[in-house]
Nanobody, 116 residues
């Protein structure tokens, strides 16, 4: 069973930065895409950023230029560097990975709160 362990959330002031990490373990198959989603209270879960196995990345328009996704394939770890954070970035952030056979796994979520 694949396990995803997230870390790095917390409380930060507007304009600040946070770095999220998600380490995947236990997969019998290689991991293809790794990404981050978020869900704010009363809203649907939305894609924040994804890094495909081919190295391409996609970002939500709302975070382009502020967030950067990266991955360490040797460690099966994906990162999300979040800069210039805004109150509207407040949400629970979920790690998401898809393995070679198309199985999708979710992390437990980490809270990010942007507030003065």
């Amino acid at each position: 069973q694949v396990q995803l362990v997230e870390s790095g959330g917390g409380l930060v002031q507007p304009g600040g930065s946070l770095r999220l990490s998600c380490a995947a373990s236990g997969s019998r198959f290689s991991i293809n895409a790794m990404g981050w989603y978020r869900q704010a209270p009363g809203k649907q879960r939305e894609l924040v950023a994804v890094d495909t196995s081919g190295g391409s990345t996609n970002y939500a328009d709302s975070v382009k230029g502020r967030f950067t996704i990266s991955r360490d394939n040797a460690k099966n770890t994906v990162y999300l560097q979040m800069n210039s954070l805004k109150p509207e970035d407040t949400a629970v952030y979920y790690c998401n990975v898809e393995n070679r056979i198309g199985r999708v796994y979710w992390g437990q979520g980490t809270q990010v709160t942007v507030s003065s």
